[in-house]
């Protein structure tokens, strides 16, 4: 037997890459929102999104979640061409929006908000009028959904009645609830007090153990804390790509983003 087929196969690069963009550009009348930009996910980290106001990150994450399809370039998801299929189609593919479920039902409770997402997930029909014995199949799991994001303790409450942070929480349980591989956060922190914002935190790293997950947020303190990469935009391209430490000591991040947050 020869010494090469005694060769272990080695793993190929392309294996750790989950989402990646080449040549991702945006064109609005004539204005360029995102130009050419390259960007690789790595299977498994959490990834961070961010720059300035005007950067081009919503139409960037807009892009690779498919609510806008790009003027040029290509995506591609486990090594397969995704430009031209939809949000659902993605979905279906294990790439999930956070929130796509976004507007909670507020009178049905915290178990029934997630049930709807395990039906849509498994194919069924949102028919809320069938018998409560062949729904109730679907409560096991719902259970342990809402388990995941720490509101066990609001199984049965209306999901109206929940805080600003355990809405977002609940939110999270119904996109976990369809399963993806990948997910997707959009300023997950906006709007919420700091208590809220670092319970959400501590469910995002918790969440994030066997996912890979890409987030658009403006709180750098929430994006030094859980980021393993940040991809730094400006003026729709990518101004600069590494840690927290090393984007934060780049003199074109300081000047374009950091700098301009703390003035």
């Not at 090594?79 to 796509?100: C, E, K």
């Amino acid at each position: 037997m020869s010494a090469a087929m005694n060769q272990s196969p080695v793993a190929s690069p392309k294996a750790d890459i989950i989402l990646s963009a080449r040549g991702l550009t945006k064109r609005f009348s004539g204005f360029t929102a995102v130009d050419s930009v390259d960007l690789d996910i790595k299977r498994g980290t959490i990834h961070a999104l961010i720059g300035p106001n005007g950067a081009g990150k919503t139409t960037c994450f807009n892009l690779l979640t498919k609510f806008l399809q790009p003027s040029a370039g290509k995506i591609t998801l486990n090594d397969r061409d995704i430009t031209r299929l939809s949000a659902a189609d993605i979905s279906r593919r294990g790439l999930v929006r956070s929130f796509q479920i976004s507007a909670v039902f507020p009178q049905l409770s915290v178990l029934e908000n997630v049930r709807i997402a395990l039906q849509r997930r498994r194919g069924d029909s949102f028919d809320f009028w069938r018998p409560e014995k062949v729904l109730s199949a679907y409560d096991e799991e719902a259970s342990a959904r809402v388990e995941e994001v720490g509101l066990s303790s609001h199984l049965h409450e209306p999901a109206g009645e929940l805080s600003y942070g355990r809405k977002r929480a609940l939110e999270i349980a119904t996109t976990l609830a369809l399963e993806p591989e990948m997910l997707l956060l959009d300023e997950p922190m906006a709007g919420m007090a700091q208590e809220d914002v670092g319970r959400i935190s501590a469910l995002i790293r918790k969440i994030s153990a066997n996912r890979t997950i890409l987030m658009v947020e403006h709180n750098l303190s929430v994006v030094a804390d859980l980021s393993d990469q940040i991809t730094v935009l400006a003026r729709g391209q990518v101004l600069a790509e590494g840690t927290y430490e090393d984007v934060s000591q780049d003199e074109r991040v300081v000047e374009a983003y950091i700098g301009a947050g703390h003035e």
